[in-house]
Structures are given as C-alpha cells and as structure tokens.
C-alpha cells in the first residue's frame, strides 16, 4: 500500500470482480469480498491446478489488506467441448475383479455402469492439462490479481471515507457539548454554593455560619464537581480521533480505544453532576447524556473500518 492509499481510512466491507480470458476456450474470474473481522483473516477458495500460486496470492493479499475476514476465489470457465473422457484402463480393470468376485462366491450379477462411474478415477471433466497450460493459467491470474485488489480497495476507500466523514462530525459534536458544559459549569457551581449556605442556615437554625466553614464545604463540594478535567480529556480525544482520520491508514483499533476513554470521561461526568438540581446542572446532566449517545454512535461505525 503507497503513501496515498495509506492517507485514506478504509472500509472492511468491501466487494470486486475480476474477469479474463487466457484463451479461446478458457476464462476465469477472480472475486474478493470482505466483512468486518478484528485481525486479518484469508480464505483462499482456489482451483486445485492453482494451488501453486497459493502463497503467491496470500503474500500480495497481506500487502493490500489489513484487517477483515476477506475471502478470495476463483472460478475457471471452459467453452466448447466438455471433454469428458474415460480411463478405460481403470473401469476395465473393476470390471474383472467385479466378475471374479461374484464367480468365487457363486452370485449371478453384473456391475452397473452408473456406479462404475462414480468411482474415483473413472472419468474426467477434461483431458489433463499439460504442464505449460497450467503455468500459463497460474501467470495469466497472478497478473490480474493486482487489479483486483485495487478495485476491491477502491470500494473500500468509497465506504471509508463516508464513515470517516460520520465520524468527523462526531468528533464535532462531542466538542461542542464539551465546550457548552465548560460555559454552564461556572454558573451550576455558584448556584450550588447558594444552596449549601442556605441549607447550613437551615441546619444551625438561623446562627451565623462562619464562611470559613461555608467556603470549606463549598471547596469539598467543587472538588467533588469540578469536572474541568473531565472537559479537557473529553475534547483532547475527540481532537486526537479527528486527527486520526484525517492522516487515514489502519485505523480502526486505535479509534475504539479513543472512544473507550472518551466513554470514560462522559460517564465521570455525569456521575459529578448527577446531583446538580440548578437548571444549569440539569442541562450538563443532559448534555452528558447526549455525549454518550453520540460515543455510543461513533462506535458502531468505527467497527466497520480497518
């Protein structure tokens, strides 16, 4: 994979067909489909005549892919003639031992040809091919394979950038509703304030509260909320991811660890502030919810990219 298709974010889904003709009487078709698959997982479906290009089509598949379970086959095509021949030799041969069997045990019975047939050996579909024609088959699909796996990356390319671009905005929106919590943050804290220091006034009856005593509750109690890191973490992912889909490449494993954290600071965040009655509190609870939708979103879609 080149510098170029390295930059892109590839989809593991994807499909494409080759086809060709090594002559008048025989073509083959080459296909390659994938779906999703947490390392790469080659399934190879190839004509026994081909099994010597077998690691051949592996090493070029590594190269092109990352990760996937991808399958790969082909499929030959014979025009004319069926060929279908007889090993005379062979079906002469159980014919007499058929015979001499039934004769020592006394039986009166004949072979039947259609289960002669059946045997193992008997026939065949096509005269054996010679050896150059095998190596001329193994060559002429070695030299298609290239573009098949092009065209099967073009399809990946085509799906992965639209979820790449899901997922950018993604990225977006999480950033937004971190910043929107950093601006009501401030206000949810005052008013908490407020409330402790009328419910103090509450508890000891109307006496003065010292405020060095509300400011040390009020201090336990912005510890407890402060969620300021929690906003800066959430933001720094969400930049990271984007930046990670911008370069491309394989990128799949390293997003869904992304997201995992990012996972982790909503859900801190919404344990600090679940406790927030104010109306600036009740809208950080919600905006937290809706970051954890839209995590939840992005992680669906970053299963589907290499």
């Known amino acids: 994979m080149n510098q170029a298709e390295a930059a892109k974010a590839y989809s593991m889904t994807g499909f494409a067909t080759v086809r060709a003709d090594l002559d008048e009487t025989l073509s083959f078709t080459l296909t390659l489909k994938s779906v999703n698959h947490r390392f790469l997982d080659l399934q190879l479906r190839?004509?026994?005549?081909?099994?010597?290009?077998?690691?051949e089509v592996r090493r070029?598949?590594?190269a092109g892919v990352q990760r996937g379970h991808v399958e790969f086959s082909v499929q030959l095509e014979r025009q004319g003639k069926s060929g279908v021949s007889f090993n005379d030799e062979q079906i002469a041969l159980y014919i007499?031992?058929?015979?001499?069997?039934?004769?020592?045990?006394g039986l009166r019975c004949e072979p039947d040809l259609n289960d002669v047939l059946r045997l193992p050996g008997m026939m065949s579909g096509q005269q054996q091919a010679s050896a150059e024609d095998a190596a001329a088959l193994e060559a002429a699909v070695l030299a298609e394979i290239d573009s098949a796996i092009?065209?099967?990356?073009?399809?990946?390319a085509a799906e992965g950038a639209a979820l790449a671009a899901e997922l950018r905005a993604s990225m977006g929106r999480i950033d937004s509703l971190a910043a929107e919590v950093g601006e009501l943050r401030e206000g949810a804290r005052a008013t908490e304030f407020e409330r402790l220091k009328a419910r103090m006034a509450e508890l000891i009856g109307g006496a003065a509260a010292g405020d060095d005593r509300l400011l040390a509750e009020a201090?336990?109690?912005?510890?407890?909320?402060?969620?300021?890191?929690?906003?800066v973490r959430l933001r720094t992912h969400a930049a990271g991811s984007a930046g990670l889909l911008e370069r491309g490449g394989p990128v799949g494993k390293r997003l869904d660890f992304l997201l995992q954290e990012l996972n982790r600071e909503a859900n801190t965040l919404l344990s600090k502030t679940g406790g927030a009655g104010s109306q600036n509190g009740l809208r950080i609870t919600e905006l937290g919810i809706e970051m954890k939708v839209e995590i939840e979103r992005a992680r669906e879609q970053v299963q589907n990219l290499e």
């Open 219 to 231: 201090a336990l109690i912005a510890d407890k909320s402060d969620v300021e890191e929690e906003l």
């Open 96 to 105: 007499a031992a058929f015979r001499e069997a039934a004769a020592r045990h």
């Open 46 to 55: 190839l004509p026994q005549s081909l099994d010597g290009v077998e690691a």
């Open 150 to 156: 092009a065209r099967f990356n073009m399809s990946r």
């Open 60 to 62: 070029r598949l590594k």
